[in-house]
């Protein structure tokens, strides 16, 4: 599991790929079309596309003479159960930093009231 995380992360740490996980999660398109809107070769594009399929982002099918790409959504549950765990725990921090914060007032709090009533005697 660990090990296609990483392939995941690494492969969604290029700007370029990020995009067209980003356009293939609206439509399959095929290579061609995934290339339009960058300055860079079909060769390059279908260089990323290895990455993602490598990472088990995408996949491609077979259609005539088309060969469309298709996002594999089933990988972002995978970073979605990785990324949660580590919020939970985040979450779990605060509460117990806010815990120690609430606990510190209430000390706090009487032991200003006292120095105020010897100043004022």
Do not use: C
Not at 62 to 82: C, G, I, N, S, Y
Not at 89 to 94: D, M, S, T
């Amino acid at each position: 599991m660990d090990d296609q995380l990483s392939r995941v992360f690494s492969a969604l740490a290029d700007p370029i790929r990020r995009d067209m996980v980003a356009r293939l999660a609206v439509a399959d398109a095929g290579v061609n079309e995934l290339a339009e809107p960058y300055d860079v070769s079909v060769q390059a594009v279908s260089k990323h596309l290895k990455v993602l399929e490598e990472a088990g982002l995408v996949s491609r099918t077979k259609q005539a003479q088309r060969r469309p790409v298709h996002l594999e959504a089933e990988v972002f549950d995978l970073m979605t159960k990785w990324i949660e765990r580590y919020r939970r725990q985040a979450e779990e921090r605060y509460r117990r930093l806010d815990d120690v914060l609430a606990e510190m007032d209430t000390e706090q709090s009487p032991t200003d009231t006292r120095h105020t009533e010897r100043g004022a005697s």
